[in-house]
């Protein structure tokens, strides 16, 4: 009953035509009058807020200057100082929290289960060091091109064939192995010790019997025991590759895929036979007892116990003699590190590249100084708090990519 009452009023005022005329009418007129206050009103604040802010031009500049410079200030020390920029210091990357049930696996279950990968498994992921000579360590490829390794660049100064120099990478062989990183067991294994360091091997195999054993007209003369160590650079050149092959033709089983040692120029070109056969690099390779570890303060901790080892007791103790200069070390295992470190140290480095690049532009344009300097300002200064946010997520496809 009560809808059918309703019902039938609205009925009935909906036949009325004389009350729905009135209606618009009255409607109209409220419309009217808010429109004319809303118009009163609206003029009377901006006209005052035009005045307030002719009258105080210079302290409204001068505010808006300090309140820039603050927060440059403030985001300079949160970035450059404290806490300053943070990368990920554990094992394995973090990408949910610690009590989730995929990250306690990753971390507490998964390392206690052999036959997995695991970063905590020190035999299969201990870090392998390189030092190398005869190479010029520039890179030569293409900056923007991740692709584009460039071209192999030699040491032209490089040799090896001088005595002094035989020697002093022999006591290099036995600074390497009383260094603090050194892996006796890793290093002592089967095969292992031929291209560890490669002059002791050659030592060694010089001792041989200048004739054959059957054969009397076969004769190794001069790479055999009459020839001491250190060796005439004439005996050296020739016998270095004699050494190379017999090593090498050990079984493949007693070799990895990263072979170290001598290397040799073999050109097919009739204009470069004279290098053919000539010594090209030198290497040493070496096992650590560090193992691979996606932290980067302990990455860093060991390049920095390795390089302070190679600039002190390689090339700070004894004279390098000449020709043997241009060395340096290298390891596959660094390129995670080599990335955090470029994040690390770069990207303030692309901040201030582009605020230059930023002012130049507004100034050029612009016209004016001190827009430019204030745009920059405050670009500059709300930038630096967002600009980790790219790196994060950088990070993050670095693990997808690692773990598919």
């Excluded at 929290?97 to 990250?103: C, D, K, Q, T, Y």
């Excluded at 073999?266 to 560090?290: H, M, P």
């Amino acid at each position: 009953m009560y809808l059918k009452s309703i019902f039938s009023e609205s009925t009935v005022d909906t036949q009325d035509p004389e009350m729905s005329v009135n209606n618009a009418k009255v409607s109209t007129k409220f419309i009217q009058i808010y429109e004319k206050l809303k118009a009163m009103f609206s003029f009377k604040i901006s006209s005052q807020i035009l005045e307030l802010i002719d009258a105080n031009r210079v302290m409204l500049w001068l505010w808006s200057f300090l309140v820039l410079l603050f927060v440059l200030l403030w985001s300079t020390i949160v970035v450059f100082y404290k806490p300053k920029f943070q990368l990920p210091n554990s094992e394995q990357f973090q990408l949910l929290s610690l009590n989730h049930p995929a990250e306690k696996f990753d971390r507490e279950i998964e390392p206690n289960f052999p036959g997995g990968w695991s970063v905590n498994q020190p035999e299969e992921m201990k870090l392998t060091l390189y030092f190398v000579w005869g190479i010029d360590p520039k890179d030569t490829g293409y900056g923007l091109d991740p692709h584009d390794n460039g071209v192999l660049q030699f040491d032209s100064g490089f040799s090896m064939s001088n005595p002094k120099s035989q020697k002093w990478i022999r006591k290099v062989c036995t600074k390497l192995r009383k260094s603090p990183f050194y892996d006796e067991v890793s290093n002592s294994v089967s095969g292992a010790h031929y291209d560890s360091c490669f002059i002791d091997t050659m030592v060694k195999w010089m001792k041989r019997d200048c004739d054959h054993i059957f054969f009397k007209n076969v004769t190794y003369k001069p790479c055999c025991k009459i020839s001491k160590f250190p060796y005439e650079p004439e005996v050296f050149q020739k016998c270095v590759g004699t050494a190379a092959r017999d090593v090498y033709r050990t079984p493949s089983l007693y070799f990895q895929g990263d072979i170290a040692g001598p290397k040799f120029f073999v050109f097919k070109d009739d204009n470069t036979t004279d290098k053919n056969g000539q010594l090209a690099t030198f290497s040493l390779r070496v096992k650590t007892n560090i193992s691979f570890s996606l932290s980067y303060d302990k990455m860093r901790d060991f390049y920095s116990q390795v390089d302070t080892f190679y600039q002190n007791e390689i090339l700070g103790s004894d004279k390098v003699p000449k020709g043997m200069e241009n060395g340096f070390f290298v390891s596959a295992h660094l390129d995670f590190y080599d990335l955090q470190s470029s994040l690390l140290n770069d990207t303030w480095m692309s901040v201030l590249i582009s605020a230059g690049l930023c002012f130049a532009f507004l100034w050029i344009f612009g016209k004016s100084f001190c827009i430019a300097v204030g745009a920059v300002l405050s670009i500059f200064s709300i930038g630096k708090l967002q600009y980790m946010s790219p790196v994060i997520i950088n990070l993050n496809l670095f693990k997808s990519m690692i773990s598919n």
